[in-house]
């Protein structure tokens, strides 16, 4: 095995990477990150690329997609306050190692490997560490991990932590009052009454797939993008030109008032999954966000058969929606043995918590009982 680390992608072999990432998952494919790299996304914001590569022969057996970060912007798995106490400590939580895709809570592969090779799975953990450890940083961060991963990163004894997202899932529903008659009276006529506001209002949803949007259209959908961070005092860190690059995997949804375009939603297709990502509006229209979101996205997943819809982080609305809580789960390596026993102490406390918020959640699903 030939082991490196690599700041940029345009040296790797697309296809090698790619049979690693399979077909399923958009974000760990290597279009998506190669376009994060080429069209301004990373640097500026604190991700840089230390991607890191195992190779046999020439050939590509296994690689993570790994970042050194000087912040926690983009992560969405919280840890500041593990920063704060390194501060107030003197010493430095930044930089640190990051294996995820910036920008993107979405579960997917983090330990690529051929075959599905624990041994090179497991090299690939090593080898994060073995970084951490040469390099003098904090820690390293697997995020959003899928299940395979993260039971062979349990085994490296990494502390553990998990959260909850909201995913609807589809039973091969024939449209979207059957979905709707899956659930108890009163969240069906919610929902009923919501996209009945929205058609009152005149508004019309339009979804066309990226390839087919005009310059106008691509305009107008990253102007949405870019006024929901303005709103939240936020920084809109993706480029048009990214957006532009990933067209063969993006799907806009549209709202028209009056025959003006008055809203926006930018959803990613994977094989069996929509992924919903970012929305905006220029005025606030009762239950839009709800339609543009969730409800058009639902009926989009029932006409092209597809499985599931992560709408993206955080929610708790979105369980009388249909999307039920899913454990979104992470593995980290503190160097420090001093903070890794507190943070160890720390993730326990928070596990009995979210367990006690995980019963909650699920004993308000809007399915029939």
Not at 277 to 284: D, F, K, L, Q
Not at 308 to 329: C, D, N
């Amino acid at each position: 095995m030939q082991i490196s680390t690599v700041d940029s992608l345009s040296t790797v072999n697309a296809g090698q990477w790619n049979a690693l990432a399979g077909e399923d998952n958009p974000f760990i494919q290597y279009d998506f990150l190669r376009a994060l790299e080429q069209h301004d996304c990373l640097h500026e914001w604190g991700w840089q690329p230390q991607h890191i590569l195992i190779h046999e022969n020439d050939e590509l057996i296994g690689a993570c997609p790994a970042y050194l970060k000087n912040n926690s912007y983009g992560e969405f798995v919280f840890d500041w306050a593990w920063a704060d106490a390194y501060q107030r400590n003197q010493l430095n939580y930044y930089p640190k190692l990051v294996i995820s895709v910036p920008y993107t809570p979405a579960q997917g592969p983090r330990l690529l490997a051929r075959n599905n090779d624990k041994t090179i799975k497991m090299k690939l953990i090593e080898t994060a560490i073995e970084y951490v450890e040469k390099e003098k940083l904090s820690s390293a961060h697997w995020l959003f991990c899928e299940d395979d991963d993260i039971n062979t990163l349990n085994k490296e004894n990494l502390l553990m932590r998990f959260d909850y997202q909201f995913h609807w899932q589809n039973h091969d529903y024939e449209n979207f009052e059957h979905f709707l008659a899956q659930l108890s009276s009163k969240k069906r006529k919610n929902i009923k009454r919501e996209r009945r506001i929205v058609a009152n209002n005149n508004i019309r949803m339009i979804v066309k797939p990226g390839s087919e949007l005009s310059e106008e259209e691509w305009q107008t959908l990253y102007n949405f993008y870019q006024i929901t961070f303005m709103k939240k005092s936020g920084t809109a860190t993706l480029t048009l030109e990214f957006f532009q690059a990933m067209a063969h995997k993006l799907v806009a949804i549209f709202a028209q008032h009056e025959n003006k375009i008055v809203a926006g939603a930018i959803c990613f297709q994977g094989k069996n999954t929509l992924y919903g990502r970012h929305w905006g509006c220029y005025e606030n229209y009762d239950s839009l966000h709800f339609e543009a979101c969730y409800y058009t996205g639902i009926e989009y997943c029932i006409k092209h058969g597809l499985k599931y819809f992560e709408p993206g982080a955080q929610g708790e609305h979105k369980i009388s929606r249909g999307f039920l809580p899913v454990k979104t789960q992470s593995a980290h390596y503190i160097a420090d043995k001093n903070f890794r026993n507190a943070i160890n102490d720390f993730l326990q406390r928070e596990r009995r918590a979210m367990l006690d918020y995980g019963k909650e959640l699920n004993q308000a699903s809007p399915f029939k009982k």
